[in-house]
């Protein structure tokens, strides 16, 4: 299926057969593709670039679809990074994290830094960490793939 171009975010770099990756979702899924491109809050003078995920209703493309600025999408991938990373070690804590610290990292962004924590707001926190970390584990091969492929694609670009 073919990503529109007609709307305000304007694509430059496709994955029209994005359905197909989408995870556990492949084959079955709503998100028909991913790009990157003009971002649709531009202003005059002013261009962003970002990514967006294409949703498609099977009648119309939905207003479901998301757009992200590119360092957002790296921000995401660096807190699913961390998380993977505490998770490795969790079931040391019979919560699995700490209950009398629940940052995770702060990680050191421009100057300042992104905390990851567990949301101990969350009333069910001790339910919904446990059936996340299940999760986790579940989807490790798919999440696992795309990580070792980020990192040697980090590594060719030379980071």
């Given at each position: 299926?073919?990503?529109?171009t007609?709307?305000?975010?304007?694509?430059?770099?496709?994955?029209?057969?994005?359905?197909?990756?989408?995870g556990?979702?492949?084959?079955?899924?709503?998100?028909?593709?991913?790009?990157?491109?003009?971002?649709?809050?531009?202003d005059?003078?002013?261009?962003?670039?970002?990514?967006?995920?294409?949703r498609?209703?099977?009648?119309?493309w939905?207003?479901?679809?998301?757009?992200?600025?590119?360092?957002?999408?790296?921000?995401?991938?660096?807190?699913?990074?961390?998380?993977?990373?505490?998770?490795?070690?969790a079931?040391?804590?019979?919560?699995?994290?700490?209950?009398?610290?629940?940052?995770?990292?702060?990680?050191?962004?421009?100057?300042?830094?992104?905390?990851?924590?567990?949301?101990?707001?969350?009333?069910?926190?001790?339910?919904?960490?446990?059936?996340?970390?299940?999760?986790?584990?579940?989807?490790?091969?798919?999440?696992?793939?795309?990580?070792?492929?980020?990192?040697?694609?980090?590594?060719?670009?030379?980071?």
């Open positions: 299926m073919k990503i529109p007609t709307l305000k975010h304007k694509p430059v770099i496709v994955s029209e057969n994005y359905e197909n990756v989408d556990r979702y492949a084959y079955n899924s709503d998100a028909k593709g991913l790009s990157l491109g003009l971002a649709q809050w531009n005059r003078g002013k261009v962003d670039v970002s990514a967006k995920v294409w498609y209703t099977g009648e119309k939905s207003r479901q679809s998301e757009e992200l600025p590119l360092h957002r999408v790296l921000d995401l991938a660096i807190l699913i990074s961390r998380t993977k990373l505490h998770f490795r070690d079931y040391r804590y019979q919560e699995l994290y700490d209950t009398e610290n629940p940052v995770i990292d702060r990680v050191g962004l421009q100057g300042d830094a992104m905390t990851v924590a567990v949301c101990t707001d969350n009333e069910k926190i001790n339910e919904d960490i446990k059936l996340f970390n299940q999760v986790l584990s579940v989807d490790d091969e798919l999440i696992g793939e795309r990580l070792r492929t980020l990192a040697r694609i980090l590594r060719e670009m030379g980071y």
